[in-house]
């Protein structure tokens, strides 16, 4: 199947990657990726709507998410960071576990949010 | 760097100190306030509900050992939360409250109660003007007199987190009306948690978010929870200096330097 090209670089939206840990009310319980995706994306989606969720450009990428630490990256647009944060902040539980989704910081790449957020 | 506020923390919950168990309450203020330090919060209102003066004291002990074993970083206020359902009574309250606490707290709702508390000398914070209305509780004449009087206008994040999405999206169009009020007339408004429990508290930045999805400037957004809290605080002090007769008359001690404000 052929290849789309990319998007040229000044059509791009520019990447933003938030950083969050999420605390529980127990240290001994994790969540499985699924479930933090889920309930991220339900989140944009009643506050926001499908459309403010197409701005948004949300993702959750797997390879980030470390489910013993609880912590993980999601990528949104530059524009829509404080959207990313207040659809956060309104997660109350996870799988009937209350929870409270901590921000720890927003990069502009991967390898930067990695380093600054994610190193212990 | 950036000082984050949250003046509105209830580990009593919304009923009577008095009703709550002690041992419940310490429980519930440390773990409150170690949550407050993982999530960077420099400074916390603790909130109670008072019937008596007496349990001014045991709720300032109560606050004192908490935050002992607490991160010694963070700065801790103790305010009284009024909720009144007559002007008599707000005001007898207020009365019986102004000096013992920090700051004085105003739970609105009636648009009686919330006037005479935008015009009261000794009130500092009214607290979610909206609660339980169809409307946002505040008109442009009580934000003059909020801004003239020094009362700040908050609102808590708990009422969303306990709303659903119908009511949740009436409580913000409240909101961002009283943003605006607010912001014109001079008044200062502030964002609290309003949490009962640890796991309703959130960051500083998450609250300032609240403002930024309903149109605020993100500097504006971050003032809520930062410089008008501050602000705040620092006007409370100062009416409750033993040395001020009344606003505009002092006792300065010989030697004293002349701060103006007096």
Not at chain 2, 26 to 46: E, F, H, R, T, Y
Not at chain 2, 86 to 92: A, D
Not at chain 2, 118 to 145: E, I, N, T
Request: proline share 3%.
């Amino acid at each position: 199947m052929a290849k789309l090209n990319p998007l040229p670089p000044t059509l791009r939206e520019k990447e933003r990657w938030v950083a969050f840990r999420i605390i529980a009310e127990r240290d001994d319980v994790t969540f499985p990726l699924e479930k933090v995706v889920n309930s991220v994306w339900n989140a944009c989606m009643n506050n926001f709507g499908s459309v403010g969720c197409a701005s948004i450009m949300l993702w959750v990428p797997s390879n980030l998410y470390d489910e013993k630490k609880r912590v993980g990256v999601i990528r949104c647009t530059s524009r829509t960071v404080e959207m990313v944060r207040f659809a956060l902040a309104t997660i109350t539980e996870i799988e009937g576990e209350k929870v409270v989704f901590h921000v720890l910081g927003v990069s502009g790449t991967i390898k930067r949010a990695k380093k600054k957020f994610m190193k212990d | 760097m950036r000082r984050f506020f949250d003046l509105a923390v209830m580990p009593a919950g919304d009923g009577a100190f008095a009703e709550k168990d002690s041992e419940q309450i310490i429980n519930n203020l440390s773990s409150m306030l170690s949550m407050a330090s993982k999530l960077g919060i420099d400074g916390v209102g603790v909130v109670f509900n008072f019937s008596r003066t007496s349990e001014v004291k045991k709720a300032r002990k109560m606050l004192e050992e908490c935050k002992s074993n607490a991160n010694p970083a963070l700065k801790c206020w103790m305010g009284a939360c009024i909720q009144a359902s007559s002007e008599k009574e707000l005001k007898r309250n207020v009365d019986k409250l102004k000096k013992r606490v920090d700051f004085v707290v105003v739970k609105g709702g009636e648009v009686t109660i919330n006037r005479v508390a935008c015009s009261h000398p000794w009130v500092d914070l009214l607290l979610d003007p909206h609660a339980g209305r169809k409307d946002s509780g505040m008109d442009h004449v009580m934000a003059k007199l909020a801004a003239e009087f020094n009362v700040g206008i908050a609102s808590s994040f708990k009422c969303l987190l306990d709303a659903g999405s119908k009511k949740m999206s009436h409580i913000l169009q409240h909101i961002k009306r009283n943003i605006i009020l607010c912001e014109k007339y001079g008044a200062s408004f502030i964002l609290v948690s309003g949490a009962t429990n640890p796991l309703e508290m959130r960051d500083g930045r998450a609250l300032a978010s609240l403002a930024s999805v309903l149109g605020v400037r993100q500097d504006r957004a971050l003032a809520f929870v930062s410089e008008n809290p501050e602000k705040m605080l620092k006007a409370a002090a100062w009416r409750r200096n033993p040395s001020l007769i009344i606003p505009g008359v002092k006792i300065v001690k010989r030697g004293e330097k002349k701060n103006g404000k007096a």
